[in-house]
């Protein structure tokens, strides 16, 4: 058996073992035993829920299906993430409706810290609007519930009077600073010039956009520089990534003695009494088979796999639609339809402008870092329309609802007509009532380029995740149906376009020889057509997955009640993204965490 690791801070010391947390992947550690809580997944939900329960006195076990890897510079050294490879990155492949693969695969954390250990580290939060709409269907989960959480998880390292002068927006009303998870500004600060000339087109492109005093502090729309988790290791020269793990895990102050945390094992499913009390969890190591073993809890099991895999394990244990249980021989315990339905995630591509010969080597235009987005824009349906095709536009909604609703039924994205409208409508009623924005717009550069980077924000489009056999440690079989629904395609194609008028704009006349560079082939007059199948053969998920376990009423295809129990069992809740029914407008990883301490904060009957 492989030895067990036991791992502490990475610039202190190891503590003494006695009182340290276990990260090991001998499975020892849990074969046969009892845990207060076990936790399926070692992502940013997982590891904040297991420090606050193991810190209140409970025995928790943490199975993560990937490995440990402090030491790797792909994930620790925040510039370096394009070296990592697949060894933290389950590259699931994607599904069109007939069952084919599509030509991209779906980035997703496979090791201890999850996603957070692989994703672009972008940090800013939600707004009230979207939070207290998501507090009307959920008591307790409105902004005022969870703002404080916003503000507990970060560590907010303020920018100095260069990265300001450089371009870093902060408002420190809208951060945290005593939490975990470290958020600041690079160091240096990413292309200063760069991002004088999106700040100074962007609004000219997007009448009524204007730059803030930073991303967090808005009610909708907004432009600004991002801040990231990670922060400046002066020993050592990086910016060093604060994942989940570095943040949660790995110090000596986050040590917990009752705390273990199993990796490369993967749960399969969870094990019910004849109540569906859940009583624990089958798990196993599929390098070696589909041999599964058992582990009991005495209080509850918890998902966090994320929005792709927690579903499946639902349905591994008979939760889900017997439709899709019974394709596999599974005895069904529970019958909620919803489970795996109403995936969404956010259909992504660029265009990009090629620079003047003498610009290339200008480090504060160009200066082939990785650290993504410095620049971002969150734009509303006036601001990329027009007041007038706005109000057009709103129309549409209303006036397409039953055919649209129809489609995400018929496509297996929702489980009825009703549950498929009340989804709709209230995307809708965040676009038009709150004036939420639509579209997402990076500013970046590359070698020889500037790049717009770009997506619809709020998408009508819905998929689904399912098992596709009944084998333990199976890959889910994942079909996004991205740009599925006519809006998303009118917004993508109108924002393509607006980063064509970006760049030909006066502010970067000076440095753009040809805006039109790439995609070459979509010249000043491609039609929309020409723009929507190029959309649709470039765009790929931004893997900010959720959804698919939603937080609603069980009748409108709800899986987790606000306290986030699973319908029809008991002790038995998932506590990761896939219980938001709609996407947010802020990348994933802010409501994430808020997720978690909200989640610990319920498990505890705070």
Known sequence: MRAALVWTSLC????????ATVITNDRSVAVGKTFDYIIAGGGPTSLTVANKLSAA???????????NLPNEPGIYDAERRSELGTACNWKYPAYADDGSKLGWQIDSGKCVGGSTSINGMMWYRPTQKELDLLGRANPGWSWYDLEPYLSAIERNIPPTALQIAQGANFDPRVHGFHGPVNVSFPTPMRIPYGQALYKAAVPLVFPG???????????GSVCASASWTLWWDAVNKINHRSSAAFALLYPESQQRKKLTVLTEHRVASVIFDAKNVATGVRFGDPVIGNTVYVVKARKEVLLAAGSLQSAPILERSGIGSKRILSKFNITQLVELPG?????????????SALVKSEF???????????????VVSLVNLEQLFGKEEAKSIAQEFSQTLEQRSQALVDAGAEVDLATAKLH??????????DKMPVVEFIGESYPAVMTAIFWPLIPFSKGHVHIGSSAPFDDPVITPRLLSDQFDVKFAIKVARKSRELFLSKPFQEVVADAYADPATLG??????????WLRETSFGASHWQGSTAMLPREYGGVVDPKLRVYGTKNLRVIDAGIL???ITSHTQSMAYTIGLKAASLILGK
């Open 339 to 351: 489970v795996g339905l109403n995936l969404g995630d956010q259909p992504g591509t660029g265009a």
């Open 57 to 67: 006195g409970n025995s928790v076990l943490v199975i993560e299906a990937g490995k």
């Open 12 to 19: 202190i010391g190891a503590a003494s073992t006695a009182r």
């Open 581 to 583: 029914p709609t996407q």
């Open 424 to 433: 709709l409508e209230g995307i809708a009623y965040q676009i038009v009532h």
């Open 209 to 219: 956009l204007e730059v803030s005093a930073d991303l967090s502090a808005r009610e």
């Open 360 to 374: 290339m080597s200008n480090t504060s235009l160009i200066d082939n870092r990785n650290i993504f987005a410095p």
């Open 524 to 533: 000043p007059d491609a039609t929309d057509e020409e723009y929507a199948a």
